[in-house]
């Protein structure tokens, strides 16, 4: 018979271990709770804690030249395909001492993580999902706008583009050059427009590179932020002119602008406002898929196409990747593009829907209405 004092020792130092991590499951679901019951905590937290809490963690993961994140998120896949591992082993327990031992001490671990993770993810993302909306701040907010109001703002998006595609430096071959520092002219134009929305001020996390490109590429996602770090990162492989808007997108993020639809606007706000014609320009298209899209669908052929056309040059510059570049992308992939379109689409679509974006990842198209609302000329 064990030594029922060392018995008592060993269960103290167990419920110890525990502690922290249930700790942070329970404030978990009481923030999470708080933010879902009451706005106006979620809009005191979005605005008063976050910018602590993202200077804190964004000051940290700014120290490596590289994206933390990005990295965070292979070792978190690593720790998932352990954890379907252990599963298998489960039958294994009595007969092999080795699969034991790694399920007593694996699955308490992988519920550590999981806690922690779960509140990080709470403080840098999911609380934000609850505030009050940017759009109520507009000036246009409430009223009803008809199809002549679209097609107007369509036209003025395509006559920008048409205009800008002109002014921005090219090369030989006519793609478009930027010479800079791109990353730090992203943060410099964000930080412009924190005398009209407060909430962008205060520490600009540099953007960074994302190292599997490739893959996010097959996402067809332009960029990431990632709460467990607090980073702005863009994807490398996609054409130039994505990558001003991109940067802005999700600098935006990282100021508590977590609704995919504000942080379009506010990365068009950025860079249309910026003297920077290639930033101007990727500005203007960074909204033009959506804005087009949504009067294109509104209308007869006949009536779209008596409007301003789309010229082959701004077309090929709002294409996301070029041909060459899927050819490398398809050819260094790992899993089929189409497999992971449809998995990162279904991701994307069940985390914005269980944040409480009923139009899940449709919303990126809501910015037509806040551009409406703002009145965009």
Not at 113 to 138: K, N
Not at 211 to 240: C, D, H, L, R, W
Not at 298 to 320: G, T, W
Request: proline share 5%.
């Amino acid at each position: 018979m064990k030594w029922k004092p060392l018995r008592n020792c060993k269960n103290a130092i167990l419920k110890k271990k525990n502690a922290i991590p249930l700790l942070c499951l329970f404030l978990t679901v009481v923030l999470n709770l708080l933010s879902r019951i009451s706005t106006g905590f979620a809009d005191r937290y979005t605005s008063l804690i976050f910018p602590l809490w993202m200077s804190v963690l964004g000051r940290v993961s700014s120290l490596c030249p590289f994206s933390v994140g990005e990295w965070l998120l292979v070792t978190a896949c690593i720790l998932v395909l352990l954890f379907v591992l252990g599963l298998f082993l489960l039958p294994f327990r009595a007969k092999y001492e080795k699969a034991d031992r790694f399920i007593k001490v694996y699955y308490p671990a992988f519920f550590r993580i999981a806690c922690v993770v779960s509140l990080v993810m709470t403080l840098g993302c999911f609380i934000q999902y609850q505030a009050t909306p940017l759009e109520y701040s507009l000036p246009g907010y409430g009223r009803e706008y008809s199809l002549e109001d679209l097609a107007k703002l369509r036209d003025t998006v395509v006559l920008h583009c048409e205009e800008l595609s002109l002014k921005v430096p090219r090369d030989a071959e006519g793609e478009v050059v930027y010479e800079g520092d791109m990353r730090e002219a992203a943060r410099s134009a964000v930080r412009e427009l924190s005398g009209s929305w407060p909430r962008l001020s205060g520490y600009q996390p540099l953007p960074k590179p994302l190292f599997f490109s490739g893959f996010v590429s097959q996402q067809y996602m332009q960029g990431y932020y990632f709460p467990f770090s607090m980073e702005a990162n863009y994807n490398t492989v996609m054409k130039i002119m994505n990558r001003p808007f991109t940067m802005c997108h999700e600098l935006s993020h990282t100021h508590g602008y977590i609704l995919e639809d504000e942080a379009n606007f506010l990365a068009f706000l950025a860079c249309t406002q910026s003297e920077d014609p290639v930033f101007a320009y990727s500005g203007w298209l960074g909204v033009l898929n959506y804005v087009n899209n949504d009067f294109y669908y509104a209308v007869s052929r006949e009536e779209y196409d008596r409007h301003p056309a789309i010229s082959r040059r701004v077309y090929e510059d709002n294409l996301f990747l070029t041909d060459a570049d899927w050819k490398k992308v398809e050819e260094n992939a790992l899993l089929e593009t189409e497999t992971v379109r449809k998995a990162a689409d279904t991701y994307v679509d069940t985390t914005l829907k269980a944040n409480g974006i009923g139009s899940g990842k449709l919303s990126y198209s809501h910015v037509v209405a806040l551009l409406l609302e703002y009145g965009v000329e």
